[in-house]
């Protein structure tokens, strides 16, 4: 079966007032049907450059040197090559850090499900737009779909919010998922049912999912796979298992010592 | 309506009551405190006893909280007084002058907007890029350039030099021109500073990253998303500028020679008209105290999180 998402030799650089920063070097990467894959690594190891390239969120003063990124085949980066327009929001379905803030305060949910409906489904029908709206809400384990969807966002919780922000991601059917750090505004009991929520997801749909986070832990409870990421490198990649218990990398050994444990 | 919505709308109507009645209070007082009007309606060589009974018939003579007590019940039925030079209702003269401002606003306001804002747009999209620096040092000109100065350039340019437009007074839509390009210069660049401000707020928040990664097109993401949350401060600036130019567009008016409210508060200035001023002033507090509540209706209408 062939890859969802493959990265190959992806190189990308940022043009600053003082020269040129290296953002991603050379990462290899590749995603399954039904596989969540971790990308772990501190804070400006480029995990959330390696997300948000995939669908071509990249600043301005930000270019892809070498290496490409296809998606379900399809090559949509490389050098001088920005398709990503075309699997963005269809093929590809991107979860933020902020959920809460990632919804228009302006809009009632059921306009910005219905927008992205519209964007991507030729021809759909106002009901088919409601009945699909109401199917991703349920999907979203929310209880009352009816009334979410009449709401504006800063009408409900955040655990809510957060729920609604997948929503809106997977609500087009994409083959991919992407998170990036998209618990880590959460508090510890909504973090463990947003996890629980992907893992039944990527079951239900057998979507592949790419699950960018710092926390090593969280993503050994929910991935398959794990990279662990250092200075814009994928210093180490593999099974999660293989990759905690047995660190091939002294970056890994390191980060695992960092994590405070009970004994 | 929820309690506190009625308990809101309440507090905002009593505080701009209140700037009401102060405005009010301010224009009486200023009027007395410019000295004895009759000596300018009569001359300086007018005998005492013929002063005396000016006064006594403009009801000068009254005790000055009679004379403030009266003027406030005036104002509230509606009656703003008699004009001491036209020898008309002030109310009335206010009405033949307004549709002339109307006219002048709208226009300027008009143009304003349409070129103010797509510009502070473009600049706000393109954030340092030239068009932005471009756009930025046009709406910096465009707020300190004197208006009176401007206004006589584009006579000289369109109405003496090349002929093809009027340079003064009303009559015709070619008259409109001139005036309201004059009159639209400041508020423009004021819009398009603010929409640019606004804008690069708006465009810098996580939902339109999350809009954009939703696959929505550029276009949409620009007005549906960003613009309409960028709109709130630009709809206020609009709605107040449009209060300050009613009240009176003065140098506008006058470099053009154009019948409205300016004009004419000139005229009552210059001749110390003072129920004339004060009724112009009046009228000004009235339309920016009814604009205010525009402002906050319209802020509720575009945000369900003030409803």
Same mark, same amino acid.
């Given at each position: 079966?062939?890859a969802?998402?493959?990265?190959s ?5 940022a ?8 953002l ?15 990308v772990v690594?501190?804070?400006?190891s480029?995990?959330?450059?390696l997300?948000?390239?995939?669908v071509g ?35 590809v ?19 910005q499900l ?5 964007r ?11 009945r699909?709206?109401v ?23 955040g655990?809510?919010r ?38 039944t ?19 050994s ?6 990279a662990?990421m ?6 180490e990649?593999?099974d ?20 405070p444990?009970?004994? | 309506?929820k309690a ?25 007082l200023?009027?007395?405190l410019?000295?004895d ?12 006893e ?15 909280v ?5 003027y ?6 509606? +009656? ?15 009405? +033949? ?7 002048l606003?709208?226009?300027g ?6 070129v ?5 747009v ?17 709406a910096?000109?465009g ?5 009176f ?12 030099k090349?002929?093809?437009l009027?340079a ?12 309201a390009?004059t ?14 401000a606004?804008?690069s707020?708006a ?11 939703r696959?929505?097109?550029t ?24 209060g300050i ?12 020679s154009?019948p ?27 339309v ?7 402002? +906050? ?5 575009? +945000?369900p999180?003030?409803?």
């Open positions: 079966m062939s969802l998402l493959t990265l030799g992806l190189s990308i650089t043009r600053l007032a003082d020269g040129e920063l290296r991603l070097d050379d990462v290899d990467l590749e995603i399954r049907r039904g596989q969540i894959v971790g690594g501190e804070s400006g480029g995990k959330t450059t997300a948000r390239a995939v969120l990249l600043d301005r003063n930000v270019r892809v040197d070498q290496g490409t990124i296809a998606v379900a085949g399809e090559q949509v980066v490389a050098p001088g090559v920005d398709r990503t327009g075309r699997v963005r929001g269809s093929a379905g991107m979860v933020f850090q902020d959920a809460s803030r990632s919804l228009n305060p302006l809009l009632k949910v059921r306009t219905a927008e992205v409906l519209r991507h489904v030729r021809d759909i029908t106002r009901a088919e737009v409601e699909r709206s199917e991703v809400l349920a999907q979203m384990r929310i209880d009352d779909p009816g009334r979410v969807l009449a709401s504006y966002p800063h009408q409900l919780s655990g809510l957060q729920r609604v922000a997948i929503g809106l991601a997977v609500v087009t059917r994409p083959a991919l998922v992407i998170a990036d750090e998209c618990t880590t505004a959460l508090d510890v009991t909504t973090q463990t049912k947003v996890v629980d929520l992907f893992r997801l990527v079951d239900e749909l057998g979507i592949g999912l790419l699950f960018v986070t710092h926390d090593l832990m969280l993503a409870d929910l991935c398959d796979r794990i662990v250092s200075g814009g490198r994928v210093v990649q593999g999660a298992l293989t990759v905690l218990d047995h660190p091939q990398q002294e970056y890994t050994r390191r980060l695992l010592a960092a994590i444990s009970w004994s | 309506m506190s919505t009625v308990r809101r709308v309440g507090g905002r109507l009593a505080s701009l009551f209140a700037s009401l009645l102060i405005a009010l209070s301010l224009a009486f200023l009027g007395r410019s000295g009007p009759t000596a300018t309606i009569l001359g300086p060589m007018a005998p005492p013929q002063r005396e009974a000016l006064r006594h018939e403009l009801g000068l003579d009254l005790p000055v009679v004379q403030y007590l009266d406030l019940k005036g104002v509230f039925t509606g +009656d703003l007084g008699q004009s001491l030079q036209f020898y008309q209702s002030n109310t009335s003269m206010i009405a +033949d002058r307004l549709p002339f401002t109307l006219q606003v709208g226009a306001m008009a143009l304003a907007l349409l103010g804002i797509p510009l502070g473009l600049a706000a999209t393109r954030e340092g890029t030239w068009w932005d620096r471009g756009a930025s040092t046009l910096l000109l707020q300190s350039v004197p208006v100065w401007f206004g006589m350039m584009l006579v000289v340019l369109f109405a003496v090349l002929g093809w009027p003064g007074q009303s009559g015709s839509p070619k008259h409109l021109i001139l005036p390009l009159m639209s210069v400041y508020p423009m660049a004021h819009i398009a500073r603010l929409t640019r606004s804008m707020d465009l810098a928040e996580p939902y339109i990253d999350s809009a954009r990664a696959g929505i097109s276009r949409r993401v620009v007005w549906r998303h960003a613009f309409t949350n960028a709109m709130m401060p630009i709809l206020t600036i609009v709605v107040l500028q449009t130019l009613l009240s009176g567009a003065v140098a506008v008016e006058y470099v053009y154009w409205g409210l300016g004009q004419l508060a000139l005229q009552a200035i210059q001749f110390r008209d003072f129920p004339l001023v004060q009724a112009i002033v009046v009228f000004g507090a009235l920016f105290v009814l604009l205010n509540l525009l402002v +906050d209706v319209l802020h509720s209408i575009v +945000d999180r003030v409803r």
